[in-house]
């Protein structure tokens, strides 16, 4: 069975450091594709980030950016220059070939932003 | 473009009562799917279709029914609830269930609590 592991339930972080939430995943596909969503009080689930298993350049979108690590099966989504605004529910997902298009979610880790 | 429309955003049922959530997207995707979210749990699927006439299920289909009759419209019936139906609903839709294409547009959510 697929499985996408977050162990960090709660973190946080002061306004404009940098911040790390892990997320690990196991698959024997070949071919997955890896995303982060943002969920802030406002209950709605937000794309931040997305990456393809077969590309080994790292994504990156504006301040968040993620360290994929293939061999570990590791995907790792930083956020520098923490905004207020960062604070946040973040799951990691993974959606892989044949799986007809379903996310598998991790548990989330619940992200506070400290001035 | 309204995108995924939820409808209602909050219900309050007895034990053994019927209802049905609604779930309707304006932008002619192919996909649609249905998650619950509890605490500490992430989201899990609990039905999902890849298109008009085609359902299928998911991680946690017990107590539940859909149907798509329309490409549309993709409703969610709690047959008989139960307080382990309390939770908060989302419905997804992707213009495609190829993975790595399929990114998900995110309704609202609907928070029931089943007494």
């Known amino acids: 069975a697929q499985t996408v592991t977050q162990s960090q339930p709660e973190m946080s972080v002061q306004e404009a450091e940098t911040v790390t939430l892990s997320c690990t995943y196991d698959?024997?596909?070949?071919?997955?594709?890896l995303f982060w969503y943002k969920q802030p009080p406002s209950r709605q689930m937000i794309l931040v980030i997305r990456?393809?298993?077969?590309?080994?350049q790292n994504a990156t979108e504006n301040r968040f950016s993620v360290n994929f690590q293939k061999a570990a099966k590791s995907f790792s989504l930083k956020i520098s220059d923490s905004q207020l605004g960062d604070t946040a529910m973040y799951f990691c997902a993974c959606n892989y070939g044949g799986s007809q298009g379903n996310l598998i979610f991790g548990k989330g880790t619940k992200l506070s932003v400290k001035p | 473009n309204a995108g995924v429309t939820q409808t209602p955003k909050f219900q309050v049922l007895k034990t053994g009562q019927s209802m049905t959530l609604q779930c309707a997207q304006d932008?002619?995707?192919?996909?649609m799917s249905w998650y619950r979210q509890d605490p500490g749990m992430g989201l899990r699927l609990i039905h999902y279709s890849v298109g008009a006439g085609i359902t299928d299920q998911g991680e946690v289909p017990n107590g539940y029914n859909v149907s798509r009759s329309t490409t549309e419209d993709f409703p969610l019936r709690l047959l008989s609830a139960a307080p382990s139906q309390t939770s908060v609903y989302f419905c997804?839709?992707?213009?495609?269930?190829?993975?790595?294409?399929?990114?998900?547009?995110f309704g609202a959510g609907s928070r029931l609590t089943v007494l």
């Open positions: 932008m002619n995707h192919e996909y």
């Open positions: 997804a839709s992707s213009y495609s269930f190829v993975p790595g294409t399929n990114v998900l547009t």
């Open positions: 698959t024997s596909e070949s071919n997955y594709y």
């Open positions: 990456q393809e298993a077969y590309k080994q």
